[in-house]
């Protein structure tokens, strides 16, 4: 039950991120010079003469000098159309709907901050998906070759986990060029984000090769012949799956995260593609934060996200591994080595 | 200490494998500290080459790496273009900053930890423990960067706490008390920050084992006996239940350490942080190398004690 | 009538060398002793020892799990090679484990023929279906999976699939451990009637006389690695020559609360 609300949520969050382009009223590129910085539109229902309009309406913005407060013009009225302009809602020109106010350069906030979702997810995906590929080709190799595949591997990761994270991506991020386009700078995160990311799920899914090598049923299976890609394939692999799933969960709101961060502190995407982490960094200056709040929206969104996440690992990671009764070790009367290495 | 001697080559094996990697990678970078020069009109190829000559950026790879060896064993750690100074002192310089940061966010963390996950696990179950444990999972959510522009937006406009920095301008002038209250001020942001993010994951870990040797059979048995609570709790439930602790203690360094690079950039703390970053912008090699491998030393050296104080909790662990 | 045994095991050896790196190996447990025996086809012998005697190595010597250290195992008069490894199979002791849960019991018994790439899958279901028949399993539980079984079910399950690559011979590793009397009664009526139809030979490994001393023809004694006694059934049991062989039947009578 927890778990298909948590999905929904998630997959709802998702819906609005990936069909920014349509949710979004304006595009991240769309400025409106005349409203820089304009509050949060105040979505009415009841006209000043009390009456009740079925359609929800905006009134126009001025302000009385220029950089001052914005104050609502009532004399213009704006309704909210469904389907304008190709988008799910707006309003007509000259009329401006900033549903989370506007930054500097008069951008609407709202759909930034849904088309900087889809850098920052996508990011988060993709990165997590490298690490768990990655992962899961070494985990496979060391746990079931064993031997000297298996020492370099483990020693090898040894050296990437040595580094605290955060150091390590920033210390790959140094070596490479510092100005680069936005989309450049996606694939690079990407990159970069997965590949230094594959020593844990290396380690877990290694753990769950180990344990599967000596399970009865591939001993069986050698019995009657089996390769060791049947293994793999047939017995093995199908194993990890559940594993590669919470560390999913895990991993994409961590890699969601650093990309915002790398962005933030102008290593990642820059101008004019949004990204949750450049947007916050506007936010960054005191004077432009306590006048404008809303700027802060980037940093907010993240949270409903992660929250998200972060139940969804709980639920999978409190859960017993489903359809497999089994005992998770069993061996037929003394242990029977794969390929015996005595002797 | 036989095991002490081995963790220790093992760390110093980590520390070789890590710095030859790194220089290795450095050398794979595509331009360097010169490379900006290179692009201005104004100054010619051949003064580039001169300059890059001087500093023996041309001379082969295991020559600068052997030269860059010799330089850390002088503990001077290469020389930075950017800041022309040596690297070490710029490194000695900004390492206690973090130290401090992080030693202070650690122990305030555990202290807030232990009780509230004892807490919690004595009322598992209870509403009060489902409303810990989802406003631990918001705090959890809730990304460093905003955590620290809004306390500091708040400690602006409330003037109760510095925005930012070590020490006031012109602290150096204070007495010795007024600059430790001094300090102390501005360690507030960033400590409370680096706390709020460690302790969702100490409290639910410090819950669960304290939970768990609850719940054991031997502790029912004691509760049979009379044992007092208290007595319970601090005899018998508390070293069972530190093992599991100190290994997580280990495991959270790392990100603490991250943690720490990024609210000490955020909040303008001179520690690694900033130096790091601006060694990055600056594409100052050197120095770049010599934040990753101060890093990576603290981190070692951090886990090192975590291991050595494992084993000394329970021996019959480290048999691998 | 064929002159070779099915089986014929002569001086059979193997040693564990613990290995220290970079130290030249050192022999640590001699697992096997110069073991020795003969079986026919459609005969069973029992293997009878206390724990760490050696009869598990024994079993994986047989099925080519581990290789002598010296001695020779002779099939159907030839020495054992990978190519002949169906004809002897191996039941393994907890059958749950040997049994892939999340297979249906029609792919289980199907995996040898698959593995083996041996006909259409027609024709393996119709094997599979077979097998399955010939264990008393009925052809509605195809569909089910694994976990699904009960103990004494899976057990069968797992002769079924040895079943279906038509071995010649069946080793049974401590097969009737944890079944209650009347399952491992079952199972043993469910043995001899399969002897019976299709001639399996079958070396029955265990720890406990009792169990296996009504379906065996021959019981082997194996003791530190080397057999120390070896004859038919009622003439071991009745006059015990060994130490050792006395031992157990007294550990046997004395479970059974003294029946004789």
Redesign the interface.
């Known amino acids: 039950m927890k778990l298909s609300l948590t999905l929904a949520f998630l997959a709802v969050l998702h819906a609005l991120v990936v069909l920014a382009a349509w949710v979004a009223p304006y595009h991240y590129a769309e400025q409106h010079r005349d409203y820089p910085f304009a509050p949060p539109a105040r979505v009415h229902f009841t006209d000043a003469a009390h009456r009740f309009l079925l359609r929800p309406f905006v009134y126009g913005l001025t302000q009385d000098s220029p950089g001052g407060d914005y104050r609502e013009d009532r004399s213009r009225l704006y309704p909210i159309d469904f389907f304008v302009r190709g988008r799910l809602f707006g309003v007509g020109a000259p009329g401006v709907l900033f549903l989370w106010g506007s930054d500097g350069y008069g951008r609407d906030v709202f759909s930034r901050v849904l088309y900087g979702g889809q850098v920052s997810l996508l990011t988060g995906l993709v990165a997590a998906f490298l690490s768990l590929s990655l992962g899961l080709l070494c985990g496979t190799l060391a746990g079931f070759h064993g031997g000297w595949v298996d020492g370099l591997l483990m020693?090898g990761g040894?050296?990437f986990?040595?580094?605290?994270?955060?150091?390590l991506l920033?210390?790959?991020?140094?070596?490479?060029?510092?100005h680069i386009s936005p989309a450049q700078a996606f694939f690079l995160l990407v990159a970069i984000i997965g590949t230094v990311g594959w020593v844990r799920p290396a380690r877990m899914v290694r753990g769950v090769v180990l344990s599967a090598r000596e399970?009865?049923?591939v001993?069986?299976?050698?019995?009657?012949?089996?390769s060791p890609g049947?293994l793999m394939r047939r017995?093995i692999l199908?194993l990890t799956w559940s594993v590669l799933l919470t560390q999913a969960t895990v991993l994409i709101?961590r890699y969601i995260?650093a990309e915002?961060?790398l962005s933030?502190?102008?290593?990642g995407v820059g101008e004019p593609v949004p990204s949750w982490g450049n947007m916050?960094a506007e936010?960054?200056q005191?004077h432009t934060?306590?006048a404008h709040a809303w700027m802060?929206a980037p940093?907010?969104a993240?949270?409903?996200l992660?929250?998200g996440y972060?139940?969804l690992a709980?639920i999978l990671l409190e859960r017993p591994s489903s359809?497999?009764?089994?005992?998770p070790i069993?061996?037929?009367?003394?242990a029977?080595p794969l390929g015996?290495?005595?002797? | 200490m036989k095991y002490a001697a081995r963790r220790l080559l093992h760390s110093l094996f980590l520390l070789a494998g890590v710095s030859l990697l790194s220089f290795l990678f450095a050398d794979l970078a595509p331009g360097d500290f010169f490379s900006e020069m290179r692009l201005d009109p104004g100054v010619t190829s051949a003064t580039v080459d001169a300059l890059r000559a001087r500093h023996g950026l041309d001379r082969p790879l295991p020559v600068r790496y052997a030269a860059w060896l010799g330089s850390m064993a002088r503990g001077e750690f290469g020389y930075s273009l950017a800041y022309n100074t040596a690297v070490g002192p710029l490194l000695r310089q900004r390492i206690p900053g973090t130290l401090l940061l992080t030693g202070c966010a650690t122990l305030l963390a555990w202290l807030m930890a232990i009780p509230l996950g004892i807490w919690n696990a004595a009322r598992r179950g209870t509403w009060s423990d489902s409303i810990t444990k989802a406003s631990l999972s918001i705090f959890l959510s809730i990304p460093d960067i905003l955590l620290a522009v809004i306390l500091l937006a708040l400690a602006v406009e409330t003037g109760w706490l510095p925005a930012g920095g070590m020490h006031a301008p012109g602290s150096e002038s204070l007495a010795a008390e007024d600059r430790f209250r001094d300090t102390l001020r501005h360690l507030v942001i960033p400590v409370a920050v680096l706390v709020l993010g460690m302790l969702p994951v100490l409290v639910r870990h410090v819950r669960a084992s304290v939970a768990e040797c609850l719940d054991s059979p031997f502790a029912l048995a004691a509760r049979a006996h009379g044992i007092p609570r208290r007595r319970l709790l601090f005899r018998h439930i508390l070293p069972a239940a530190l093992n599991p602790l100190i290994t997580l203690f280990g495991f959270s360094l790392g990100t603490l350490l991250s943690a720490s690079l990024l609210v000490e950039v955020l909040v303008g703390w001179p520690g690694l942080g900033p130096l790091f970053l601006e060694a990055i912008m600056a594409r100052d090699f050197a120095l770049v190398l010599g934040v990753v491998m101060s890093s990576t030393t603290l981190l070692i050296a951090g886990n090192l004690i975590a291991d050595l104080l494992l084993y000394r909790a329970d021996p019959r662990i480290q048999t691998s | 009538m064929p002159a070779d045994p099915l089986l014929r095991v002569r001086d059979l050896s193997k040693t564990y060398f613990r290995r220290r790196w970079l130290f030249p190996a050192l022999p640590a447990t001699a697992a096997l002793a110069g073991v020795s025996f003969t079986l026919d086809r459609a005969r069973t012998l029992a293997v009878i020892g206390a724990s760490g005697a050696g009869k598990s190595t024994l079993a994986r010597c047989l099925t080519q799990f581990e290789t002598p250290t010296s001695g020779q195992i002779l099939f159907e008069g030839r020495p054992l090679s990978p190519h002949r490894r169906l004809d002897i199979q191996l039941i393994f002791q907890q059958p749950a484990a040997s049994l892939n849960p999340r297979f249906t019991a029609a792919e289980i018994v199907e995996e040898p023929l698959v593995i083996q790439r041996r006909g259409t899958g027609a024709e393996r279901r119709h094997s599979a279906a077979s097998a399955l028949e010939l264990t008393g399993i009925a052809r509605s539980a195809l569909g089910k999976r694994a976990h699904q079984f009960s103990g004494g079910e899976r057990q069968r399950l797992a002769i079924a699939r040895a079943l279906v690559v038509e071995p010649k011979l069946l080793i049974l590793d401590e097969s009737f451990n944890g079944l209650d009397v009347s399952l491992a009664a079952q199972i043993a009526a469910l043995l001899s009637g399969l002897q019976q139809r299709l001639g399996i030979a079958y070396i029955l490994i265990s720890h406990d006389l009792t169990r296996v001393a009504g379906l065996a023809h021959e019981i082997a004694i194996l003791e530190h690695g080397a057999i120390v006694e070896h004859g038919l059934t009622a003439t071991l049991l009745s006059q015990p020559q060994h130490e050792h062989t006395r031992e157990l039947i007294a550990a046997a009578l004395a479970l059974q609360g003294g029946a004789a």
């Open positions: 020693r040894e050296l986990l040595a580094l605290p994270w955060l150091y920033l210390g790959v991020r140094a070596f490479l060029p510092l399970r009865g049923f001993l069986a299976a050698r019995g009657f012949g089996a049947y017995h199908p709101p995260l915002v961060t933030f502190l102008g290593l916050l936010a960054r005191y934060l306590m802060l940093g907010l993240t949270i409903p992660l929250l972060l139940t709980d359809a497999d009764p089994a005992p069993e061996r037929p009367s003394g029977l015996s290495r005595e002797g």
